[in-house]
Every structure is written in structure tokens, then in C-alpha cells.
């Protein structure tokens, strides 16, 4: 799945809520928008799953090292919105980042912390 694809055309069996219901939930929704609270603990690993919409994400926990993976398990560079933000968080209050639509992969949490956070997506 590349991100030059338009994000609203992605597959809807991989929506994060449908793929990895375990890891995030529906807090609020509507059309114009959808709040997920998203719970990885320590050493879990996502199944595959993608976001189609912009959103800003708000950690209250988060530690490294966190991990973004392929759909195939191959580690990705880390230069994706959150792991760029965490390398440059001086770890106080909430780590609030922009995210733009991410397509199909996952997040291994290798911290000893739960990752804990709300993700507010905006789909209008």
C-alpha cells in the first residue's frame, strides 16, 4: 500500500479500529471527526492495520524504543511522525504530534512502559 495512493481508496478491513480493535478504540465519532484511545503494552506488537486520515495524537505514556514495522515484519527507518517526536521529547507533560494518513503497517512497543494515548482524526 503506497502513500501515494488516495488514503479514502485503502482497504477498509485494514481501519485500525476493524484490523487491531485490541489497541484502539472509538472514543467519539462523527463525520467530521473520530477519537481513538490507542493502549500498546510492553512488548506487544500491532497486527497491520492503517489510518487514512490526518490526525493529532496526544501521548500521556510513551517511551522508547518504539518500533514501526512493515506489513511483512521488516523494521522501517525511523523517521515517521511519532518516532521523529520522541527522539526530540525531552519526556515532560503529554508528547502532543501531527500525523499525516499512515498506510499499511504496525508499532512494537520494546519499552517497559504501556503506550498510552488519544488520537484525534480528522476526516473533513
Known sequence: MS??????????????V?????NHRVLFENNRLRVLEVILEPGEE??????????VFVF????????DMAPDG???????????????????????VHMEPQPAGRVLNESDLQLHGIRIEMKA
Request: proline share 13%; net charge negative; charged share 20%.
Open 18 to 22: 476493524t484490523a487491531a480493535p485490541g
Open 46 to 55: 500491532e497486527p497491520v492495520h492503517h489510518h487514512r486520515w490526518p490526525s
Open 60 to 67: 500521556d505514556q510513551i517511551k522508547g524504543p518504539i518500533h
Open 74 to 96: 521488516t523494521q522501517l527507518p525511523p523517521n515517521r511522525d511519532v518516532m521523529v517526536a520522541l527522539k526530540a521529547w525531552d519526556g515532560r507533560g503529554c508528547l502532543v
Open 3 to 16: 502513500s501515494t495512493i488516495d488514503p479514502l481508496s485503502w482497504d477498509p478491513v485494514l481501519d485500525a
